[in-house]
């Protein structure tokens, strides 16, 4: 079985990067915003006010974060919905592959880019962001791969909704990007409206949110029971109800 898996998983990371247009969109194209935005507001702000802008310290890389978390998705539901169309997913499930197995194999190659993007942001952002930050990497990146994995659980269930591969990304933006802006990214929660605020309690992207930027500075683990907590409610929900309704032809 794991060696089944690992050849597959190898198979779909080579098929992701003979795509150069789907590799710069997901690994690169983040990066890029990043680096420009920080370029751009380094030379506009004094370096004090820099050191001390809460929104550059922490707020802007965890939206950097979190963008590389939903381009992660839509990339997961462009090529799961492409697989069912061409019959791929059938064809594969008729393999001596457990369906386990073929789903895993693609939630491993999402990881695999979303580290991989983050590492090339992290590398960048310490020779051209000048933030004065003192990055908790490696609590940042599991909280990291702990969103990713309770993200990609709805692309799951999306990836079951779109009618064509056509609609793929469309669909799942409408889906993804609206959930980060009640998550309490961009303004307070306290702010919205209380339905809207009762929404946002039930989104796996608020908890994300609070993980992430807690992780970013540096807080205990212990402060975040809560958050791991419900992203790992979100991603035992979601996973179980996409057994149900993920379609394979």
Same mark, same amino acid.
């Given at each position: 079985?794991?060696?089944?898996?690992?050849?597959?998983?190898?198979?779909?990371?080579?098929?992701?990067? +003979?795509?150069?247009?789907?590799?710069?969109?997901?690994?690169?194209?983040?990066?890029?915003?990043?680096?420009?935005?920080?370029?751009?507001?380094?030379?506009?702000?004094? #370096?004090?006010?820099?050191?001390?802008?809460?929104?550059?310290?922490?707020?802007?890389?965890?939206?950097?974060?979190? /963008?590389?978390?939903?381009?992660?998705?839509? @990339?997961?539901?462009?090529?799961?919905? /492409?697989?069912?169309?061409?019959?791929?997913?059938?064809?594969?499930?008729?393999?001596?592959?457990?369906?386990?197995?073929?789903?895993?194999? =693609?939630?491993?190659?999402?990881?695999l880019l979303t580290a991989a993007t983050l590492v090339l942001l992290v590398l960048a952002?310490?020779?051209?962001?000048?933030?004065?930050?003192?990055? =908790?990497?490696?609590?940042?990146?599991?909280?990291?791969?702990?969103?990713?994995?309770?993200?990609?659980?709805?692309?799951?269930?999306?990836? @079951?909704?779109?009618?064509?591969?056509?609609?793929?990304? #469309?669909?799942?933006?409408?889906?993804?990007?609206?959930?980060?802006?009640? @998550?309490?990214?961009?303004?307070?929660?306290?702010?919205?409206?209380?339905?809207? +605020?009762?929404?946002?309690?039930?989104? #796996?992207?608020?908890?994300?949110?609070?993980?992430?930027?807690?992780?970013?500075?540096?807080?205990?683990?212990?402060? =975040?029971?809560?958050?791991?907590?419900?992203?790992?409610?979100?991603?035992?929900?979601?996973?179980?109800?996409?057994?149900?309704?993920?379609?394979?032809?």
């Amino acid at each position: 079985m794991m060696r089944g898996l690992w050849k597959l998983t190898w198979i779909e990371i080579k098929v992701f990067l +003979r795509e150069p247009m789907g590799a710069f969109g997901t690994i690169l194209f983040p990066v890029i915003i990043f680096l420009v935005v920080g370029r751009v507001v380094g030379r506009r702000m004094d #370096p004090s006010a820099l050191a001390s802008s809460s929104f550059i310290r922490v707020g802007w890389p965890v939206i950097m974060s979190l /963008i590389i978390v939903i381009s992660t998705v839509l @990339s997961l539901v462009t090529i799961i919905s /492409i697989y069912r169309e061409g019959g791929i997913l059938k064809r594969l499930r008729a393999t001596p592959l457990r369906p386990q197995t073929i789903l895993t194999a =693609h939630v491993i190659v999402k990881l695999l880019l979303t580290a991989a993007t983050l590492v090339l942001l992290v590398l960048a952002g310490k020779r051209y962001y000048p933030t004065g930050v003192q990055l =908790h990497f490696v609590s940042f990146t599991i909280a990291l791969v702990i969103s990713t994995c309770a993200i990609l659980s709805i692309g799951f269930i999306i990836a @079951s909704m779109v009618p064509t591969a056509r609609f793929a990304q #469309p669909i799942g933006a409408a889906i993804l990007y609206p959930m980060l802006t009640i @998550s309490g990214l961009f303004f307070p929660l306290a702010v919205l409206p209380p339905f809207l +605020r009762a929404v946002s309690r039930l989104l #796996p992207t608020t908890y994300a949110v609070s993980l992430l930027e807690g992780m970013w500075i540096g807080d205990p683990w212990s402060a =975040h029971l809560g958050d791991l907590a419900a992203l790992a409610l979100a991603f035992a929900v979601c996973t179980a109800l996409s057994a149900k309704v993920f379609r394979w032809e």
